[in-house]
């Protein structure tokens, strides 16, 4: 991946492909070849991931059983992430603190 960008603003985890793609269109401007888009539910429960791996577009869907993925809710509507951040992110870690060669410096 060349890059990965996190939408702020919940998606309803019953869109499908196409809803998602819209919505990446809508908030970052078009779905670039080799990024992934990452979507949470409201309840920051769920994950969506669509990737454009410069063929086509998959969505990929993550439920944690228990817990919460740590999704900002923030002004902004998109922030991109580091490697390391997107590893932390999908295990549930604190990804906002991780730094430089993925060390987590804050709890």
Do not use: C
């Amino acid at each position: 991946m060349d890059a990965v960008w996190l939408a702020v603003e919940p998606l309803d985890m019953r869109s499908g492909t196409e809803a998602a793609l819209a919505r990446v269109v809508r908030v970052f401007g078009a779905a670039h070849p080799h990024h992934a888009y990452l979507f949470a539910n409201r309840r920051s429960n769920r994950m969506k991931v669509l990737v454009h791996d410069g063929i086509g577009v998959w969505l990929a869907a993550r439920r944690l059983n228990a817990g919460r993925f740590v999704w900002p809710r923030e002004e902004s509507i998109k922030r991109s992430l580091t490697r390391a951040q997107f590893d932390a992110l999908v295990l549930g870690l604190p990804w906002q603190l991780v730094g430089e060669a993925g060390i987590i410096k804050i709890l």
